[in-house]
Every structure is written in structure tokens, then in C-alpha cells.
């Protein structure tokens, strides 16, 4: 059976997940009668809450005799390591491109990537039944892109379709379409899609979509690409047979990370295969043997790692390993020590929050995790905030419990010896009225304007050039100031000279002076001058922060304060008390929020905001030191 495989690559919300729905349907995957969700990719609890796509996986169709294996990547910048070493397993791309919004920074991220592999690109302008889609104008702006990043010839004649998704069809040449709507209370005319199918899509595919080149009759050899769990197997080794064929039964020669050619006897592990896996829609199937292009799946391989080579045991050449973007990013994972520790949390010590972590690297190839001079205190670094904030949320699902320091951005040396940050390429759309406040947001946080234009709807689309710890705490304030019509996109650019110093948080907090349950008359009393982070009922210890000031400065409250009850009645002693609802704090906005001396503390049953200090005393004596510190 010819076989084509295929990554589809774009920016996160651009509709991958969704095509890939309708791609799966219209090749007959499912029964006609079966219930299914929307976005059945997103298998991830963690993918359905947020909308977005974390982990690349898996799925193949047959179109009229031929397999096409399907991979759906990522779309998000913090993911970028998925999308990396996805695409060592596949000889083409589906670049999909909002009719829209146009390439967006994330796409050009993804698009090097595959270019620079010299894979087969096939362009979907996508949402073209958008009431806002401007599909011609992004054309050029992808081929604009295409030169921008160097393109080969034949990778700059690469198809162009337009599609709606949702709607499941595909043209090679962009339709004419009727419109709907646009009378009096019916919103802006819509364009209405002709009838069609994915059948355009498919066709493309096998048309420019080199079959792999693997020779099926030489020495087996596959390259790592991926790892699944099984419960009653192991860990599953995933990746595309590059050459040769596998058995199950077959001993294997599993090689160790390194420079690419042939290993040393001695250094080799030998494995049996004790079960061998093909994708068929959504499912694994057990299969007996496979060929060269096939992607499989390994079961019963020790020290399986994403990078490493499995070969003949008589042949033991090694590929090229797989190289990601270093991380940007850093914090520190420690043992909770609040009052509250042990309480609601299942794995508590140290030594299980160190062993999690370090087992998330064996999946997780963009992050690093390091040891500490301290035996309670972990370095885990990343690509970003998101990156790091959806590990701190599956561990906390899983039932860990533990604190967590303020990000700090990577330095680097330059080549004279100087100071080197990470720096961030930042893409907004606002609305035109709002661009002034944005601009004054941006200046004190060292943004340089590189580009910027009117997208001819009322809206400005911006690009900058910024630190990345300047863009620490900026993304709720960028919400708020435009009303939640602002969208936000960034990804990391290059390293460059350090910036100089930026300013912080401009607000104080309240600080809870001591342990106890927080009380609606305390919180009444005290949410004329703060934003509150606490509830009725909720338990609070001394350091921990209760709300945000409305000032500068923290100031040590009492949030437990109960009324006095006397005998004594007065027409004012019973007014109504009616509370604020509390800011909801969640594992990006701590991430965001919290200064130097503070941590979060990330239970399963909450995401708390604490001093590193919980003694007043203590903190006071720590602001002292600071002070004289500071040159006069």
C-alpha cells in the first residue's frame, strides 16, 4: 500500500484540530451513527478545558488505496518542542493559514522548522467564511513568508487550497460565494460556503507528498520520535522506520544519544520487540510486521528516550538525534512548607516531586529540570509561562503537591563577555482607539516597535520587539486595557543585550497576619481598598496574600476579624454586608503576578499566593537588608 506522511502545522485557533475532525469523518474513520465530540484529537482533559492543542499525536486515513499517517501538532509557541521532533517523522507539512489573521508569529516559527527539513509544504487558507477573510491578501502574505525564510524553488510552487473547516470542504481555487445577513438586526453579511468536500485535500496530498524514501529490504533503522505509556506495556516508543523491517519477536539494537553513525558494540542495549503497533484512525493495532515509512509504535524496549536510534543488531547506525530550541525560561519547584502542607495533596515530599519531574523529561523534550545546592529545590526550565503552568497543572491533577518561585528569564554570555536576555518577537490586534495605551504599556517594558499597519476592519496589528521578562504581567493588564478585544500572540525572536532594569508589580498586597478561616465581615471591611483572592470560608496562615492592595506597598491584615456580639442594639449594628466575588487565581496569572519574595503554593484542591518569609518580623528585617543594599 503506498503510504504519505503528513504534519498539519499553524498557529494556535487556526483550525487544525477541527480539519483534522472532518478529515477523519469524510475518509470514513467513523460509523455513520457514532457519537462523537468536537476537536476528537484533543484527547487531553487538560486540551478540552483550554481550547488548544498540547501534545502532537497520531492518526492515519485511507484515501483510494493510499495511507496518509496524520500528525496534529501544537499551535501554541510554549509547544514548540512538540512540533520539533514531529517533524523528523514526516515528508510533508498542511500549512493552515487563517483567511484572516493571516501568518502569525507561531506559523513562521512552524514554517522554518519545515522548511529548513526540506519537506513538502501544501498551504490551506483556511476559514475562508469568515465575515473579515481577506484569502487573497493572505496568499501573498505567505508567499512573502515562503521568501523570507528562503524557500526552494519547489517549496515556493507549493499548492494553494482554501478551506472552511468547519464546513469540511476544500478548493484549489479560491469560490465564489453568496452572502447572508446584514439586514437590521442581523449582524455583518456572512459568506456562505458552496457545497463541496475535503475530496481537493486529499487529492493534494498525494499528489505533492513524496512517498518516503526508506528501503524497505536494508538493515532496520527508526529514530525515536515520540513516547506513549501503557499501563500493562511500558513506555511505547513511536517513530517512522526509516529503513529496513521490524518483526515482532525481533531483537533489537537500541542505541545511546550522540553524533550519528555507526556505535561501538559494547555501548549497545539489545531488546526484544514484544509487541508492534500501526495508527488506524484513533486506534493503535497490533500488527505482526512493518516496513519502511510505516509509523509504529515499540513495546518492550528498556531506557526507551525521544532521540535515540533503534537498528539490526548487526547494523547499529545511529540518525541524527533530535535538536530543539534551548528554554527561555526558568523557576524553582520546591516541597511545600505553608501551615496547610500534607492537607490536600498525595505526593507531598520532596523526593516525589524531584522523581515527577525528572520523569517528565523522558516526554517532555523542551523543558530541562536541574538539582539545586538546596535538597528541597528543583530548577525546571521552559519555553514560557504556558509551557510551565501546564506542568504545574497536571501535577496537581495527579495529586502533587508543591511550591513554586517567581519565572526568571535565562542569561546567556555574549561574546565580548557581556549580558545576554532571551528576547520576544509580540504580535497584537487592537482596536485603533486603543493603540496609545497599549503603546504606553509597551514603553517602560523596553518594547521596540518594528512594524505596524491597519488591517483595514478598525483594528491596528502591531509587531514588537521585547524582553521576555517584560512581558511578565503584561497580558492580564493587555486584557484590561482593551476590554478584552486585544488579541496577544508571541514567541521567542533571539538573544540580545540586556535591556536594563524593568519595573515591577505597581501595586501592593494584603498579607494575612495569621492562621485561621477568612471571615465575610473581615473581608467587607477590607475590600473598599483591595482586590480580594479570598473567599468566605477559606483557610488563610499568617504570610499569606489575602487580596491586592490598592496602593503600593503590603500591609499586613487580619482577615479572620469577627464581629463582637454584645447585648447592646443600635439602628446601624446589623447593615447588610455584600461582598465582592474574589478574583479567581490561576496557575497563569500567579505565574504572572507574584514578585521575588513571594511563591505559589499548587495543591490539588487550590493555587495560593504566599511570602517567602511567612514571620512579619522576618520580612521587615528582609526589606531592611535590601534597602542598604541598594546604592544611594
Not at 511545600?336 to 505526593?347: A, H, I, T, V
Request: hydrophobic residues 40%; aromatic residues 6%; contains cysteine.
Amino acid at each position: 500500500m503506498s503510504i504519505r506522511n503528513i504534519a498539519i502545522i499553524a498557529h494556535v485557533d487556526h483550525g487544525k484540530t477541527t480539519l483534522v475532525d472532518k478529515l477523519l469523518r469524510q475518509a470514513g474513520v467513523f460509523r455513520e451513527n457514532q457519537l462523537l465530540v468536537e476537536c476528537v484529537m484533543d484527547s487531553n482533559p487538560l486540551e478540552r478545558e483550554r481550547g488548544i492543542t498540547i501534545l502532537a499525536k497520531n492518526t492515519s486515513v485511507q484515501w483510494h488505496g493510499t495511507k496518509i499517517n496524520i500528525v496534529d501538532t501544537p499551535g501554541h509557541a510554549d509547544f514548540g518542542g512538540e512540533v520539533e521532533r514531529i517533524l523528523r517523522m514526516v515528508d510533508g507539512v498542511l500549512i493552515l493559514v487563517d483567511a484572516a489573521e493571516g501568518p502569525l508569529p507561531q506559523t513562521r516559527f512552524v514554517t522554518r522548522k519545515a522548511l529548513e527539513l526540506g519537506l513538502a509544504p501544501i498551504v490551506v487558507i483556511n476559514k475562508i467564511d469568515r465575515p473579515d477573510a481577506r484569502p487573497k491578501q493572505v496568499h501573498d502574505e505567505v508567499l512573502e513568508l515562503f521568501m523570507d525564510l528562503d524557500a526552494s524553488h519547489s517549496q515556493l510552487d507549493a499548492p494553494f487550497l482554501y478551506a472552511s473547516g468547519r464546513q469540511g470542504v476544500a478548493f484549489r481555487e479560491l469560490p465564489v460565494m453568496a452572502t447572508e445577513g446584514g439586514g437590521p438586526g442581523e449582524g455583518p453579511a456572512r459568506p456562505v460556503v458552496p457545497a463541496g468536500d475535503l475530496a481537493p485535500l486529499f487529492e493534494t496530498i498525494i499528489e505533492h507528498v513524496p512517498e518516503p524514501l526508506g528501503d524497505p529490504e536494508g538493515e532496520f533503522q527508526m529514530l525515536i520520535s515520540t513516547v506513549e505509556y501503557s499501563p500493562y506495556l511500558g513506555r511505547l516508543a513511536v517513530g517512522r522506520i526509516e529503513r529496513g523491517r521490524v518483526k515482532v519477536g525481533q531483537t533489537v539494537a537500541l542505541l545511546p544519544l550522540g553524533e550519528p553513525g555507526m556505535v561501538e558494540a559494547e555501548r549497545i542495549e539489545h531488546s526484544r520487540v514484544q509487541k508492534l503497533f500501526g495508527f488506524e484512525g484513533l486506534a493503535k493495532i497490533e500488527i505482526e510486521e512493518a516496513s519502511a515509512g510505516n509509523i509504529i509504535a515499540l513495546a518492550g524496549l528498556e531506557g526507551t528516550e525521544i532521540g535515540k536510534t533503534v537498528t539490526d543488531v548487526q547494523h547499529p547506525e545511529r540518525l541524527l538525534g533530535i535538536a530543539v530550541e534551548e528554554p527561555t525560561i526558568s523557576a524553582d519547584f520546591s516541597v511545600n512548607n505553608s501551615p496547610l502542607s500534607g492537607r490536600e495533596g498525595k505526593y507531598v515530599t520532596s523526593r516525589q516531586v524531584r522523581d515527577r519531574l525528572y520523569k517528565e523529561l523522558e516526554r517532555n523534550v523542551a523543558l530541562r529540570v536541574e538539582d539545586t545546592d538546596s535538597p528541597d529545590v528543583v530548577t525546571v526550565s521552559g519555553r514560557g509561562e504556558l509551557h510551565l503552568s501546564i506542568l504545574m497543572e497536571t501535577m496537581r491533577r495527579e495529586g502533587f503537591e508543591f511550591q513554586v518561585s517567581r519565572p526568571r528569564v535565562i542569561l546567556k554570555e555574549g561574546p565580548n563577555g557581556e549580558r545576554w536576555e532571551p528576547y520576544e518577537e509580540l504580535l497584537v490586534d487592537i482596536p485603533e482607539t486603543m493603540l496609545g495605551t497599549v503603546m504606553e504599556k509597551l514603553g517602560p517594558r523596553r518594547a521596540e516597535l518594528i512594524d505596524m499597519k491597519n488591517t483595514g476592519h478598525g483594528t491596528v496589528r502591531a509587531n514588537f520587539k521585547i524582553p521576555a521578562r517584560g512581558l511578565f504581567g503584561y497580558r492580564s493588564e493587555f486584557l484590561t486595557d482593551t476590554r478584552g478585544e486585544g488579541v496577544l500572540h508571541h514567541r521567542f525572536l533571539e538573544y540580545g543585550a540586556w535591556a536594563g532594569p524593568l519595573a515591577g508589580r505597581k501595586r501592593g498586597v494584603l498579607v494575612a497576619d495569621r492562621q485561621g478561616v477568612a471571615v465575610a465581615f473581615a473581608i467587607f471591611s477590607l475590600q473598599e481598598r483591595a482586590s480580594m483572592f479570598v473567599k468566605p470560608g477559606d483557610p488563610v496562615y499568617e504570610g499569606m496574600i489575602a487580596g491586592e492592595n490598592s496602593r503600593t506597598g503590603d500591609m499586613d491584615v487580619n482577615i479572620t476579624r469577627e464581629k463582637k456580639l454584645t447585648n447592646m442594639r443600635t439602628t446601624a449594628s446589623d447593615e447588610m454586608i455584600r461582598l465582592e466575588t474574589p478574583r479567581e487565581i490561576t496557575l497563569e496569572l500567579a505565574l504572572e503576578y507574584i514578585e521575588e519574595d513571594e511563591l505559589i503554593e499548587v495543591t490539588p484542591a487550590a493555587v495560593r499566593l504566599r511570602k517567602r518569609a511567612l514571620d512579619a518580623t522576618e520580612r521587615k528585617k528582609a526589606a531592611r537588608a535590601a534597602s542598604r543594599a541598594v546604592p544611594s
